[in-house]
């Protein structure tokens, strides 16, 4: 079965940087066909896309509130995913979701999902 765990999530200043890993277990996040994407809900907001990976020679997509200062990157030997969030704004608290699935003509559908870490950051 498939597992997302996360981890990285913390509490930091504004323009403090963190850096979020997800690893898998039961999905190979190198396999052709495969996709993994960064999602944040705030409270009493609706969950965000900000970042989706690809692994089919597409670029990362990031989202425009996070582009330029999150970066994703992988480690397939540990299959595991990172998101490297710098110049983090109070406006970037939520609770932050690695999601994996698979690529299809539409664009990526997140099958599985993992619980989640909080990241707060203060002004």
């Known amino acids: 079965q498939v597992q997302l765990v996360e981890s990285g999530g913390g509490s930091v200043q504004a323009g403090g940087s963190l850096r979020l890993s997800c690893i898998a277990s039961g999905y190979t996040i190198s396999s052709s066909g495969n996709c993994i994407g960064w999602f944040r809900q705030a409270p009493g907001k609706e969950r965000e896309r900000i970042v989706s990976?690809?692994?089919?020679?597409?670029?990362?997509w990031y989202s425009g509130s996070v582009k330029g200062r999150f970066t994703t990157s992988q480690d397939n030997a540990e299959n595991t995913v990172y998101l490297q969030m710098n110049s983090l704004s109070p406006e970037d608290t939520a609770m932050y979701y690695c999601?994996?699935?698979?690529?299809?003509?539409?664009?990526?559908?997140?099958?599985?999902w993992g619980q989640g870490t909080q990241v707060t950051v203060s002004s």
């Open positions: 990976l690809y692994n089919d020679a597409v670029p990362p």
């Open positions: 999601a994996a699935g698979k690529i299809l003509q539409s664009g990526c559908t997140y099958n599985y």
